[in-house]
């Protein structure tokens, strides 16, 4: 039953944030990257605090709790959306949505590292037919790597998915015992106060148009929330190298809303890169 329950979280968390990426590269039309990062944090940590508010169950995190927030709020939505946000600029929704969560080549060797976890050879092996469906859903042949902001966006999309895996790994090694619900004002208060320096001085002269404020509004206070408070569940109930393979559903959903949304070619890739990560989460869940 827990491991039923961390599916369902984390099929959750394929849904709105795999829908996510499409919405966001829409609004950056009348939006500027960093803001809307950092829009979405702050609605999401004020979202947040006034649901739990209302429920009385907002408190400041306790002392064994703090370190979990601190790596989450850091790395997982301070970094993490700053790369991500930047790199949406400058590469395809769907390839955005596919490399920044393709944390199989992160979290699975620091799982085994650094918990001590192991994993089997059908886990190993799922893992590879997700990275390979990844791979095929990326299409590094139709890259243009002679483009240096190509290679610079592609650069902090990996760097991002390594941001998140250190925020999974923290999580476990040092599990909160306050429900994961009632520290996300704080994750999130955390990231917007990260990105706050990096805004003003990437892009003092941004901002959100108001034609991209209802995407930012429903991102801010509805996916991102909900969203994350599932990733970080099923990254902490489920073993690393089933969640690590999971979240290629998140790309895989992406790149498929981006296709039907944002008019992004449906090609060969797609159809053979989603059937390949489908079948890659079925075989980690049945080794």
Not at 14 to 30: E, H, N, Q, S, Y
Not at 57 to 77: E, I, Y
Not at 151 to 174: C, Y
Request: glycine share 12%; with cysteine; aromatic share 10%.
């Amino acid at each position: 039953m827990p491991m039923a329950s961390a599916f369902r979280l984390l099929f959750a968390a394929v849904i709105l944030f795999g829908g996510a990426w499409p919405i966001t590269k829409a609004a950056l039309a009348d939006a500027s990257p960093l803001w809307f990062g950092l829009g979405r944090s702050a609605l999401a940590a004020l979202g947040a605090a006034i649901l739990l508010a209302a429920l009385g169950r907002l408190r400041f995190p306790a002392a064994q709790d703090r370190t979990a927030v601190l790596f989450l709020g850091v790395f997982q939505l301070g970094g993490f959306f700053a790369l991500t946000h930047l790199a949406v600029a400058l590469v395809p929704a769907g390839r955005t949505a596919v490399l920044s969560n393709v944390v199989t080549y992160w979290l699975i060797p620091l799982s085994v590292l650094l918990l001590g976890e192991k994993v089997s050879a059908a886990r190993w092996f799922a893992a590879g037919l997700g990275l390979a469906g990844a791979g095929v859903l990326i299409g590094p042949w139709a890259v243009d790597w002679s483009d240096h902001q190509v290679l610079l966006g592609h650069f902090m999309l990996v760097m991002a998915g390594l941001l998140w895996t250190i925020a999974i790994i923290a999580s476990r090694k040092w599990p909160p015992r306050t429900p994961m619900f009632d520290l996300l004002p704080w994750c999130f208060g955390i990231g917007a106060l990260i990105l706050v320096p990096l805004t003003l001085l990437l892009e003092p002269e941004g901002g959100v148009g108001l034609s991209s404020w209802p995407h930012l509004l429903y991102i801010g206070l509805f996916a991102a929330p909900i969203g994350t408070w599932c990733v970080i569940e099923a990254g902490r109930k489920l073993p690393g190298a089933v969640a690590s393979v999971g979240f290629l559903m998140v790309p895989a959903f992406g790149v498929l809303v981006s296709t039907i949304w944002l008019g992004e070619p449906l090609g060969w890739d797609v159809l053979v890169g989603g059937g390949l990560i489908v079948a890659s989460v079925i075989m980690a869940a049945r080794g």
